[in-house]
């Protein structure tokens, strides 16, 4: 399953997303991760989520970014949830068309593995698609 949580900055996104990830991590019977661009996260995801910071490993796309989740799914197959947090900087691209086919891809990957992932993406109510909106929740 994926979800979705967009917003313009300040909307509380990220507050939501740590709340989840950690609420998540203290029930999960397997292994979350929290993805990030810089270190923002790291007082506020509790030790039982594995945070990782996506500087060192020059992410500049999302065909990277689903390399790098699926090498981190084949080292661990006990991945329940993938959080990611501002997905535009996650992926250095903010071309939603090419955020749609990630998130199919997320979709796909989810149900064939059993994964979970909730992503946080800043935008505009006028520039979500129709692709991106079908993952927002209520």
Same mark, same amino acid.
């Given at each position: 399953m994926v979800t979705?949580?967009?917003g313009l900055k300040g909307y509380g996104k990220t507050k939501q997303l740590i709340d989840l990830c950690n609420k998540t991590a203290h029930s999960s019977s397997g292994s979350v991760i929290c993805i990030e661009r810089g270190q923002k996260l790291k007082h506020d995801i509790k030790r039982n989520? @594995?945070?990782? +910071?996506?500087?060192?490993? +020059?992410? &500049? =796309?999302y &065909?990277?970014? @689903?390399?790098?989740?699926?090498?981190?799914?084949?080292?661990?197959? +006990?991945?329940?949830?993938? #959080?990611?947090? =501002?997905?535009?900087?996650? =992926?250095?691209?903010?071309?939603? &068309?090419?955020?749609?086919?990630?998130?199919?891809?997320?979709? /796909? #990957?989810?149900?064939e593995n059993g994964v979970n992932f909730l992503i946080t993406i800043s935008i505009s109510d006028a520039?979500?698609?129709?692709?991106? @909106? &079908?993952?927002? /929740?209520?």
């Open positions: 979705v949580i967009a989520a @594995r945070l990782i +910071d996506t500087v060192p490993y +020059d992410i &500049q =796309s &065909q990277v970014l @689903r390399g790098f989740i699926t090498g981190l799914y084949a080292g661990n197959y +006990d991945i329940t949830d993938f #959080f990611i947090d =501002s997905l535009f900087k996650v =992926s250095n691209n903010g071309d939603t &068309q090419e955020c749609e086919k990630f998130l199919q891809w997320c979709e /796909s #990957f989810g149900k520039e979500i698609t129709g692709g991106i @909106r &079908q993952y927002i /929740s209520a």
